[in-house]
């Protein structure tokens, strides 16, 4: 299985800043026949089920933000929210479909500074 | 739009069976190319998949639980289901459904809004 570490487990920052969450694959998840990252983030807020965010590393699903973006390439990826807003406090999972099992990250909650 | 909710007892007894019915609606869960799939999350923790069936009923499962799942659909209630058997308390956990692209766009969306399920006597 390809193991999905993210860091870091707990993450606080002051509304409008700059919120950087990481992601660490065991292994490549690049996916040659279109040179994409087959890794996905999700957000989880209290109570409710997972969100799509991001897919293909870096693909913003419809409807999100432009705030959120993903970057990173191979084993290392990040998700990047430029200006922290009230309502994205939740955890944020990493997850990659590279190979099966599909496996997700430990999560890493947000909250405001 | 698509939505899919999940259904079934939220207790159930340790060696017992637990099973749980995931309803779609806004399409058809014969859907050529879409997989459906369960995920759970102990309280407090994790993701974990535990296998995903194509329409065409093809199943696919998380080796570390294969030889306790089974997966299966019912085109005429556009249902899907998932049987876990000889549970204990480690399958605690909110059950959760979701489609997926498969092959090799394996993301989750949408998700049920998830049921708990406890294992305890």
């Known amino acids: 299985d390809i193991v999905m570490t993210q860091s870091p487990d707990s993450l606080a920052v002051s509304l409008g800043e700059r919120a950087t969450i990481n992601c660490k694959s065991s292994q490549s998840v690049l996916y040659s026949s279109n040179n994409k990252n087959s890794l996905a983030w999700y957000q989880q807020k209290p109570g409710q089920p997972p969100k799509l965010l991001i897919y293909?590393?870096?693909t913003r699903d419809s409807g999100v933000p432009d705030r959120f973006s993903g970057s990173g390439s191979g084993t290392d990826f990040t998700l990047t929210i430029s200006s922290l807003q009230a309502e994205d406090v939740a955890v944020y999972y990493c997850q990659q479909y590279y190979s099966s099992p599909p496996t997700f990250g430990q999560g890493t909650k947000l909250e405001i500074k | 739009q698509l939505q899919l909710q999940e259904s079934g007892p939220g207790l159930v007894k340790p060696s017992e069976t637990l099973s749980l019915t995931c309803t779609v609606s806004?399409?058809?869960?014969?859907?050529?190319?879409?997989?459906w799939g369960w995920i759970r999350q102990p309280p407090g923790k994790g993701l974990e998949w535990i296998g995903s069936?194509?329409?065409?009923?093809?199943?696919y499962y998380n080796p570390s639980l294969k030889s306790r799942v089974t997966i299966f659909v019912d085109r005429a209630k556009n249902q899907f289901s998932l049987k876990l058997s000889s549970v204990t308390a480690a399958d605690t956990a909110v059950y959760y459904c979701?489609?997926?692209?498969?092959?090799?766009?394996?993301?989750?969306?949408?998700w049920g809004q998830g049921t708990l399920v406890t294992v305890s006597s």
């Open positions: 979701a489609k997926s692209n498969g092959d090799y766009s394996n993301w989750f969306d949408p």
């Open positions: 069936i194509y329409y065409s009923g093809s199943t």
């Open positions: 293909w590393a870096s």
């Open positions: 806004g399409g058809s869960i014969s859907s050529i190319s879409y997989y």
